[in-house]
Every structure is written in structure tokens, then in C-alpha cells.
């Protein structure tokens, strides 16, 4: 990645980590409507660096969170004597005879907070694996997935006008997101030969789906009655649970 988009990546997941904080603040200080104000604006900016990031940088499908965080557990760091180790191979690992176990030797032991349970090999090849995924070039994308990629970033845009004109208790906002986001997926489902990080950001925006029935109108009519029925029975006849659900 070129730097201009690793600073686009960077200012995207700064607005992503502190947006729901400023609407927040922004609804402490100023109301209700600096609250929508500042919804606004963040989702205005975001739509802003998602597109430079599709249509100049080439970016293909866009996950979320923009930059993947870091799994410190899996990275782990080689220390002086890891390294030590690893200039002589042979000693590194230790065969058995009869067996033909894979062990590692004592020498090469590393620290308490930077060892693997696994045998060396079984590192290396989830480190190499981890590398090439994390490596691997976006999957171009058509007329077709374009469209489709950009429909998902203008649909927030898209559901704040249609809240400012048909207000928060009309069906016509719910509607309209729900189909942008169905007809998004739908149109990125014929595409082929997606990478590891791509797959998996579509199933995520496919579980997304969900809470629409979690959303209003849909749950002030239909789900809240539903599911706090159900939190009652698990209250009432579901030993332990009580405390929880109520």
C-alpha cells in the first residue's frame, strides 16, 4: 500500500473508533441537533475516504475494522535468544529415533512470555500463512462489484436523508437500507476468488442483516414484545438464568 492510503486506512479507523463518543458528547453539549449534525458529518467523511479508497486506490471490499487490528497473542516477537537458536538449525529441534517426534531442544528454549506450545514447524508455517494472507493483493472488482461497493458506503447517506424526510417513525428508512444492503450483497455474491479477509467481511455484513430486527419501526411493532416474552419464560422457569434476564 502506497502511503496516501495507509493514511486514508488510518483517518477511516480513527473515525470509526471515536464516532459513536462524539455523538455522544456532541448530544451532551449542544442537543439533539448537534447530535444529528455530527452524525452527519462523521458519515459524510467516511463515505468520502471509503470512495477515494475504491475508485482512485483500487482498494476492492473494504472490511471493517479498516485496519486489521493486530492479534498480539499469535505475534509473537523473536528475542535475542530465539534468534540464537534459530543460527543453528540442527540444534534447534531434536528428532527422535523410533518415534520420529519433532521436539525442541533445551538450548533453544525461549522466554516464558514468547514461547509456542506447538513444535517449530507448526510456527513457522502459521507465521508464513498469516504473512501471505495478510500480504495478498485486494480482488479487482467490476462495473458490477463497484456498484455494488458503492452502495454500501453511500447507503448510511442514503438512510439519514431518507430519516430527515420521512422522520424516525416511518417505514420507508427501514425499507430502503434493507434493500441497499441486500442488493449489495447480492450483487458482490457472484464474485469469485476472494481472498481470506474479503470472505470474511461479507459474511459479516450478511450476519449484519440481523439487526434490522432490532431496528425501528420493525422493533417497536414486532421483536420488543416478542423477545421480552421470551426473557420472561428464561426468567421464570430457567434455573440461574432469572437474574440476568430481568
Known sequence: QSLPQQKLLTWL?????VEVFAEMGTARAWGEMGRWTIIVLIQLAKAILRLLLLLWYKAGIQTSPPIVPLNR???QPLHPQDMEGSSSGKDQTYVGKRSSRVVRSLQSTPSLQSRYWG?????EESQSRRA???NQPPTPLGLQETIAESIYI?????HLLSLGV????????????????????SLLSDLKDLNRRERAELRRRTILLLYYLLRSPFYDR????????????????????GFVTR
Do not use: N
Not at 479507523?13 to 473508533?17: A, D, F, H, T
Not at 513444535?119 to 510456527?123: H, L, V, Y
Not at 414486532?222 to 438464568?241: K, T
Open 13 to 17: 479507523s480513527v473515525l470509526e473508533c
Open 154 to 158: 453511500a447507503r448510511p447517506l442514503l
Open 222 to 241: 414486532y421483536s420488543e414484545g416478542r423477545i421480552l416474552f421470551l426473557l420472561r419464560l428464561l426468567a421464570d422457569y430457567v434455573p440461574g438464568l
Open 119 to 123: 513444535s517449530p514447524q507448526q510456527r
Open 166 to 185: 420521512w422522520g424516525q417513525r416511518s417505514w420507508k428508512p427501514w425499507l430502503l437500507s434493507a434493500t441497499l444492503d441486500v442488493s449489495s450483497l
Open 73 to 75: 497473542e499469535q505475534q
Open 132 to 134: 501471505e494472507e495478510m
